[in-house]
Nanobody, 115 residues
Framework: QVQLVESGGGLVQAGGSLRLSCAAS????????MGWYRQAPGKQRELVAT???????NYADSVKGRFTISRDNAKDTVYLQMNSLEPEDTAVYYC?????????WGQGTQVTVSS
């Protein structure tokens, strides 16, 4: 069983920045894809950004140029640097990893952007 521990959420004003972290309980080298999804109240969960084992990155159009996903192999951790935050970014952010075709999710961390 893979466990994911998220941190870094919080309350920030529009235009501010936050960095989310997600530490995995398995070696990052066994993970095919790591990423972040988010779910706002009354909406479906949506992809924010992913990064593959080969460092290929994919971003939702709504966050391109503002968010950056990265990974630290030594710490088995994936990060999401969020800049120029907007009220529309308010959501619960979930860490996601795929290990040998199995999907795992973190518990979620709240990000609230005030206008």
């Amino acid at each position: 069983q893979v466990q994911l521990v998220e941190s870094g959420g919080g309350l920030v004003q529009a235009g501010g920045s936050l960095r989310l972290s997600c530490a995995a309980s398995v070696s990052i080298f066994s993970i095919n894809v790591m990423g972040w999804y988010r779910q706002a109240p009354g909406k479906q969960r949506e992809l924010v950004a992913t990064i593959t084992r080969g460092y290929r990155r994919n971003y939702a159009d709504s966050v391109k140029g503002r968010f950056t996903i990265s990974r630290d192999n030594a710490k088995d951790t994936v990060y999401l640097q969020m800049n120029s935050l907007e009220p529309e970014d308010t959501a619960v952010y979930y860490c996601y990893v795929q290990v040998f075709s199995e999907d795992y999710w973190g518990q979620g961390t709240q990000v609230t952007v005030s206008s």
